[in-house]
């Protein structure tokens, strides 16, 4: 075997080892690890047998004590009252102390009649009726859930609030709000006065997402719960079958709810004790895209008699406003991770900041990035396509000699690789370029659907360069095909057979 393919069969095994370690690998020890923790959580929900049945309902509310504790303030009404600057527009109700409702501005979603005629509607988030969110606190005297106490309202001036509910011990709860101006950000804290926890406070959100894009497969294929471990970095739930996570061992940064171009983000400022995250797909029929479901915990000391400060994200999955933060939670967009993700952060975004800052029309931008990477990978893909040429015009030689030394397989091996060498072909050359340019592609394949500029952008025919475009549309299902005719998808098949 000659040199140069002793060189080339080296490489090719090279790049198989690096995608191997950085990429395949990952995934199956990310796999793996996700399995671990759901068999270790299906051991720890398993009933024992000599236990008494377990309450299925609400785990506070069938002692009489609990009731006691939790009937507090009853008799104040329930009250809405809302914060609001230029970009977001928050809900809140006395019952709980909670979020109801965050719409945001300047963004819509889009809502697909039966007639397939396109609505864009209000969007909102955090908004389903049977979403919960609940502090959970154990007492000395009892437990207690936010969830059912009506807290006194305080609002010193339109940017902030101050909730707080009395207990019938002498205790106290009180939950602060404060929205920044020109930003998503809402400050939160949590303070108990004078309860005598016996246990960590728990942080209990559950949170059905809409169905906010055209495209709703991908969408769902796109949104899941992420969290972020000090000192680790960024995990999530499986986004496309039902999951499990739990942390124990680090304080928890900051978890996520995110769809696929928003997201609701809680961020502790001290970090939270431990957490459980869960990802729960539904019905195709459903009118909701999944369910999430998050618990977190606050140590005790952190806060009786003190705050614990956290901050609410509720908004767009903006690059630069996420990675503001410098926790990296510009990482819950779906860039793809390893390989896939380092690319588009760091080589392919900076170019569609670049285009960007002299093109305003976002198709434009997509043909000329496009345009750039082509002409990058230009070199590998002629080298792969000057070796098929040499091979494709060596073909008929290469067949005389099989047909001069068929009865001799040693024989036709040597006249072959002679006759390579001779003309200075690798038989692997056409395979090496394209695994390198393979990368390339595919990271920019993910680009456009995780990135939010392009999203409800119209360029040509395409009313939205996050999805496909919908050229013809079929009152029938063909199969392998489905009802729709993506024009941009059949010229880059025949492009590409040109080519």
Known sequence: MERNHIIG????IAVLFLWNQYFFQPEMQEQLRKKQNQDSLSQLTKPKPEEAPVNQGNPIANTDTVKALNDTAIQIPTKEVILENEL???????KGARILEATIKNHYKIHVGADSVEQKLPLSLLEDVKNEY???LKTEVGELSTKNLNFEINQADPSQ???TAQVNTGGSIVISYRLLPSEYQLEYSIRTENLKLKEDLVIHWENYLDKLERNTDYEKYASTVYFKEKEENPD?????NDDKIETNNKRVQWVSHSNQFFNSSLISENGFSKGRYETVLLEPNSNDLKKLVTDVSIPAMEVDQKEAKMTWYIGPNDFKRLKSFNI?????????WSIFGSINRYAIRPLFVFLSNFIGNKGFIILLMTFVVKLLVFPLAYKM??????????????EKVRNKHKDDMQKQQMETMKMYNEFGVNPLGGCFPLLLQMPIWIALYRFFPATIEFRQESFLWAADLTSFDEFIHLS??????????SLFAFLWMISTLIF
């Open 9 to 12: 069969i080296l490489l090719i």
């Open 88 to 94: 977001i527009k928050l809900k809140f109700s006395s």
């Open 134 to 136: 609940d502090i959970r």
């Open 161 to 163: 609030i101050r909730f």
């Open 236 to 240: 999530y739930c499986s986004c496309r």
């Open 328 to 336: 990296e939670l510009e990482d819950i967009i779906s860039y793809g």
């Open 385 to 398: 396509l000057h070796s098929q040429a040499k091979m494709t015009a060596l073909k008929p030689e290469i």
């Open 476 to 485: 029938f299902n063909l199969p392998l095909f489905g009802n729709t005719l």
